[in-house]
């Protein structure tokens, strides 16, 4: 399956982004997906991952009570709302979807990934 992030952009500290992570075919509805992140000179982390019906989300510290995962199976995407932003948010955003439907934090359990979405958080 091919997956295309978007929804990146520019936002203030303290400001909301949404992202989108669209799928090229139905089969995405039994794919789990990951968020992850890679900042300049940074290694790529986890953000958020969702199983593949939605029952189980997963966070990274750093992210938690600001992030929200969800998807729409009818829509073949699955959201990252990101809120309360943070200069330490910058970063191209992945998105990655794994056919076990398994929501993993290990970015090497996930076989596609997008391109990324560049998210750039001023302060």
């Known amino acids: 399956v091919q997956l295309q992030a978007s929804g990146g952009g520019l936002a203030q500290a303290g400001g909301s982004l949404r992202l989108s992570c669209a799928a090229s075919a139905s089969t995405f509805r039994s794919y789990s997906v990951g968020w992850f992140r890679q900042a300049p000179g940074k290694e790529r982390e986890f953000v958020a991952a969702?199983?593949?019906?939605?029952?189980?989300?997963r966070y990274a510290d750093s992210v938690k009570g600001r992030f929200t995962i969800s998807r729409d199976n009818a829509k073949n995407t699955v959201y990252l709302q990101m809120n309360s932003l943070e200069p330490e948010d910058t970063a191209v955003y992945y998105c990655?979807?794994?056919?076990?439907?398994?929501?993993?934090?290990?970015?090497?359990?996930?076989?596609?990934w997008g391109q990324g979405t560049l998210v750039t958080v001023s302060s």
């Open positions: 990655a979807g794994d056919r076990t439907g398994y929501a993993y934090i290990a970015s090497r359990q996930y076989e596609s």
């Open positions: 969702i199983d593949w019906n939605g029952g189980s989300t």
